[in-house]
């Protein structure tokens, strides 16, 4: 049997290419979830039994966090992007770095071949392709999703048939959750005029009220939440609870995708937003005019190579040396205010504040 090894979430779409994989082509499948956040030990257990389940011969869960936000989430804060001012690259980013453990893990087992989920209608099956092509252009890719051009009913009948029960209620929502924000998409998301309801996101109304928290940045890092240190990426992890509780974070983006048409995608993305948003305050405060062009127009195209797969340009190493070069007096305190869905910026307190 030719081994395979299949990027997996536990969704529909990778539980049905598993077991299509499996049962259809005659393949050994391996599956690999690559964790860039979003998953805590409980869920990434569940995972694991469900591939074995499915009928996975070895399952594979690989936590990367820390990784993630050293090599992508810190430049996306350095450079203030939000893709057409709104969406902060939430799957985008995490999807390249997924795609480069995949294929990494795929050689390191001697797969003759690497399979995910994603259709031929968006962003994701460009970066997953063309990461796989460049670092391994000997592996086979198998788009099991794509290539049968299928719905997401025509999946969940599939997997009825073969024994296995996936809840059409919660297959109607495709939720994919990482560190840097969660993508929502839905039946809403595929036209133009509808916004997805309340309940499709994760996270609802808890609190009412105002809430004031503190944000402590050294060197455009964020290190510090409400006066108590931690790593940067436990310190996104923190804002997001307390953030989540006010539903703020929500919004829909629309973009040209890679192949060329418009995409619709909802999203639930609090402390990205509330982080970028502080951090770019206190670069008003602390940099220089030119220095804040600049790095706008750098940080614009860092986001779209980004965002369209092209991390592994040798230009983007290049933009994240400017990047990093400017955060050297980006310090200080930055004070928001929580409310109901949406967060205001009061101020800031830095030793660089050029307003003294």
């Keep these: 049997m030719e081994k395979v090894v299949l990027a997996y979430s536990g969704g529909l779409d990778t539980s049905y290419c598993l077991k299509y994989l499996k049962n259809e082509k ?17 869920e990434l257990k569940a995972i694991e039994d469900r591939a074995y389940e499915l009928g996975s011969a070895k399952h594979a869960n690989l936590t990367i966090v820390d990784k993630y936000y050293d090599k992508a989430i810190k430049y996306l804060i350095y450079g203030n992007v939000l893709k057409n001012n709104t969406y902060p690259l939430s799957v985008s980013a995490e999807r390249v ?109 808890q609190k009412t009220g105002e809430e004031k928290v503190t944000l402590q940045f050294e060197k455009g890092q964020l ?19 307390l953030a989540n509780a006010y539903a703020i974070g929500r919004d829909t983006h629309v973009g040209d995708t890679i192949i060329g048409i418009k995409g619709r995608v909802g999203f639930e993305a609090a402390a990205p937003l509330i982080i970028i948003k502080a951090h770019h305050l206190l670069e008003k405060h602390t940099l220089g005019k030119w220095q804040q062009y600049w790095k706008e127009q750098l940080g614009n195209w860092y986001g779209m190579l980004f965002h369209e797969g092209q991390f592994l340009d040798p230009v983007m190493r290049n933009i994240e040396a400017f990047l990093e070069d400017t955060q050297t007096t980006v310090n200080g305190t930055v004070i928001v205010s929580l409310k109901p869905y949406h967060f205001t910026l009061d101020g800031i307190e830095s030793e660089n504040d050029l307003m003294n």
């Design 223 to 241: 290190v510090g939440v409400n006066g108590v240190l931690d790593a940067p990426s436990k310190n996104i992890v923190t804002l997001e609870k």
């Design 26 to 42: 005659g393949y050994e499948v391996h599956t690999v979830l690559i964790n860039t956040g979003g998953f805590d030990d409980a």
């Design 97 to 205: 770095f997924q795609a480069i453990e995949a294929i990494k893990y795929a050689k390191s087992v001697g797969a003759e071949a690497i399979a995910h989920g994603s259709t031929g209608a968006g962003n994701d099956q460009i970066r997953f392709d063309l990461i796989f092509q460049t670092i391994a252009p000997e592996i086979e890719i198998i788009t099991p999703i794509r290539d049968l051009k299928l719905s997401r009913q025509e999946e969940v009948d599939y997997l009825s048939k073969n024994g296995v029960h996936y809840s059409w209620e919660k297959a109607q929502y495709s939720i994919n959750k990482g560190l840097w924000g969660t993508s929502v998409g839905g039946k809403e998301t595929l036209t133009s005029n509808q916004a997805l309801p309340s309940e499709a996101y994760p996270s609802q109304l």
